[in-house]
C-alpha cells in the first residue's frame, strides 16, 4: 500500500492506495484524520505511487477543470454493511445534485434512520469520489462536512449548486 498527496484548487489531499483500490482520499487538513489512517494498517503504508493514485489523481485534475462528473477509480468500502450501503447510495447522487439526510435513509430502504445515516456519512474516507459533500439538510442548509464547510461550499459550487 502507497500513500502520496495531491494539491487541489482548495487544499491538499493523502491518498492511500494498494494496487486495486482507492483506501483513502482526505484534505490534510480534515479533522481527525489519523483516526481516518489508523483504519488502514498504517504500518503497511509506504510513501509512493501506483496506477490508483495516478489514475484519482488525473480524475480530481479532470473534475476541478470541470470536465469530468463521475469517477470510475475504484475504492474500498470500509465499515459495516449498512455503513458501505449508505456510502454506496452517496456514489450514486450525480454530479450537480443534493440529497438530504432523510433522502438517503429513504434511498437504503430504513427511513428512520437518518441519524445513523448522517453518522455513515461522516466515516467516509473517500472525498470528493465518493460525494458526501452532496448531501445537505433537509431545508437546504450546509450540514457537516469533516472536512470543512468552505470545502463543502466551493465543491456544491464547482458543480453548480449555489449555497
Not at 467516509?124 to 465518493?130: D, K, S, T, Y
Not at 461550499?153 to 458543480?159: A, D, S, Y
Request: net charge neutral; glycine share 8%.
Amino acid at each position: 500500500m502507497v500513500q502520496a498527496h495531491i494539491e487541489t484548487p482548495i487544499g491538499q489531499m493523502i491518498v492511500i492506495a494498494d494496487d486495486n483500490a482507492l483506501q483513502l482520499l482526505e484534505f490534510t487538513d480534515r479533522k481527525n484524520i489519523d483516526l481516518q489512517i489508523q483504519k488502514i494498517s498504517p504500518d503497511l503504508i509506504k510513501t509512493g505511487r501506483n496506477k490508483i493514485i495516478d489514475m484519482v489523481e488525473q480524475e480530481l485534475n479532470d473534475y476541478f477543470t470541470g470536465d469530468l462528473k463521475t469517477f470510475e477509480t475504484p475504492c474500498k468500502l470500509y465499515g459495516s454493511d449498512f455503513q458501505q450501503s449508505v456510502l454506496k447510495t452517496l456514489i450514486d447522487i450525480p454530479s450537480g445534485q443534493t440529497r438530504s439526510y432523510k433522502m438517503q435513509a429513504e434511498a437504503i430502504g430504513n427511513p428512520k434512520a437518518v441519524r445513523a445515516v448522517a453518522r455513515a456519512n461522516s466515516m467516509n474516507q473517500i472525498a470528493i469520489v465518493i460525494p458526501c459533500h452532496r448531501v445537505i439538510g433537509s431545508d437546504g442548509s450546509l450540514t457537516g462536512y469533516a472536512g470543512g464547510l468552505d470545502k463543502k461550499k466551493w465543491l456544491l459550487n464547482h458543480e453548480g449548486i449555489k449555497q
